[in-house]
């Protein structure tokens, strides 16, 4: 079955320091995969999302890279923001079987 | 409507107690979702509809979990006899037809529910 791995949180960063949020995945097929993100009291929302392998998604100052040969899509930020705090969930949807596969979430603490 | 709603916002409930929970998922999508986020837990998948085809329950943890979608649109998630394990968010998302494989899927902002 599906399933979604990434780095255990909390991961807590000085304002400008540079991001990385590792996830890998299993799939069968051929997913489209995703981050969203989660702010504090406010629903999940899409960041972004890569549907081919070497797609690069981008939002907010983010990117992921569509890895298939290393069945990973790791989030990066270059330089942090204190408005970055928040939970940060990978995710895939594989083709043809539409149920999204969440992986547990990392909670990223940003301090000034 | 704009997005997807979710009703009640917060649900305080005595144990043994039923809830319903509902979702208006946003107009013209036809796959619609129920995860539950516990404390300190990832997303957990409870239940998938796909316009017509017979929803995908593999999720419900228990058979005091149901739910239903009526007319493609609403769907009500029922709690049977709640106990204090089933106090979470309980996160409704709808799609866009599964053709699309990289659709965004999109989140109401959940229903709190507590069991005391």
């Known amino acids: 079955g599906n399933s979604v791995t990434q780095m255990e949180g909390p991961v807590t960063l000085s304002e400008e320091a540079f991001l990385t949020i590792n996830c890998t995945y299993t799939?069968?097929?051929?997913?489209?995969l995703f981050w969203y993100v989660q702010y504090p009291g406010e629903g999940l929302q899409l960041l972004l999302k890569?549907?081919?392998?070497?797609d690069k998604g981008s939002n907010k100052g983010f990117e992921a890279t569509y890895r298939k040969e290393t069945t990973s899509f790791h989030l990066e930020k270059g330089s942090v923001q204190v408005s970055d705090s928040a939970v940060y969930f990978c995710?895939?949807?594989?083709?043809?079987?539409?149920?999204?596969?969440f992986g547990t979430g990392t909670k990223l603490q940003v301090i000034p | 409507g704009a997005g997807v709603s979710q009703s009640p916002s917060n649900k305080v409930t005595e144990k043994g107690k039923d809830v319903e929970l509902r979702c208006d998922p946003i107009?013209?999508?036809?796959?619609l979702y129920w995860y539950r986020q516990s404390l300190g837990q990832g997303l957990e998948f409870l239940i998938y509809?796909?316009?017509?085809?017979?929803?995908?329950k593999s999720g419900l943890p228990s058979d005091r979990f149901s739910a239903e979608r009526t007319g493609g649109s609403v769907s009500t998630l029922t709690i049977q006899r709640t106990q204090q394990e089933d106090s979470a968010v309980y996160l409704c998302?709808?799609?866009?037809?599964?053709?699309?494989?990289?659709?965004?899927?999109?989140f109401g902002e959940g229903s709190w529910l507590t069991v005391v």
């Open positions: 998302a709808s799609s866009l037809a599964e053709a699309a494989r990289g659709d965004t899927i999109y």
């Open positions: 799939a069968t097929g051929y997913p489209s």
């Open positions: 890569a549907t081919k392998a070497d």
């Open positions: 995710a895939l949807k594989s083709g043809g079987y539409q149920k999204v596969t």
């Open positions: 107009s013209g999508h036809t796959a």
């Open positions: 509809f796909q316009g017509n085809s017979a929803p995908d």
